[in-house]
């Protein structure tokens, strides 16, 4: 098996480092520590710690299964169900101690840097795509109510998500995930 490069080495530690500590707690000694690179190497790869985190970012959302959503070999509400069942157990496996880095850096560091907002509003916007399609077919389907657009209602979804994530960090506990899929799917999507 090919050895990983220095550069998704230091991708890699990125999401980790910013996902556990954040954008400001992180510096680019703690990135090529957890890398096992040379300091002075970072800046071979990466313009700045902004550069990085734009790489970071995307890089964290290629690990969310957003295609999942898109797979029609599953029924719609069943894609949607075992997406944030995925996400859910993974903040579960993390004692609740990590969110969602998209949201986090959107919140930490979008007022700051014009490149990491914009990478995170196209983190979301491509979330609500694929979230919507599984809708659009779930109302197709009958399964859910075409009383409100497929957009509006992933938009909403992933809203109320990124905030049981919130409460469910603050609370050490999965209470917010419960009342989620309780008014999502037993509500909302029905």
């Given amino acids: 098996m090919a050895r990983a490069s220095l550069r998704e080495n230091l991708v ?8 556990a500590h954040g954008y400001a707690a992180t510096g680019v000694k703690d990135i090529t520590d ?3 690179a040379p300091k002075g ?3 071979n790869h990466f313009e700045s710690k902004e550069a990085l985190a ?15 959503l898109r797979d029609t070999s599953v029924a719609p509400l069943a894609r949607l169900r075992q997406h944030f069942e995925f996400l859910r157990d ?14 986090d850096l959107a919140v930490e560091v979008a007022d700051h840097s014009e490149a990491v907002r914009e990478t ?7 979330w609500m795509d694929a979230l919507a ?8 389907a009958g399964d859910v109510a075409k009383t409100v657009d497929s957009s509006t209602l992933a938009r909403f979804v992933l809203s109320a998500w990124e905030g049981a994530l919130i409460s469910a960090r603050a609370d050490r506990s999965a209470r917010a995930f419960e009342a989620f899929f309780t008014i999502v799917f037993g509500v909302l999507l029905r």
Avoid: P, W
Wanted: net charge negative.
């Fill in 54 to 68: 734009v790489v970071a970012l995307d890089r964290y959302g290629a690990g969310r299964r957003l295609d999942g």
């Fill in 133 to 140: 399609f599984a809708i659009a077919e779930a109302q197709q």
């Fill in 120 to 126: 995170a509003r196209k983190s979301f916007e491509e």
């Fill in 12 to 19: 890699a530690a990125a999401v980790q480092q910013f996902h």
């Fill in 90 to 103: 993974e903040s579960i496996g993390a004692d609740f101690t990590r969110g969602c880095l998209v949201g």
């Fill in 34 to 36: 957890a890398a096992g």
């Fill in 41 to 43: 190497s970072f800046y």
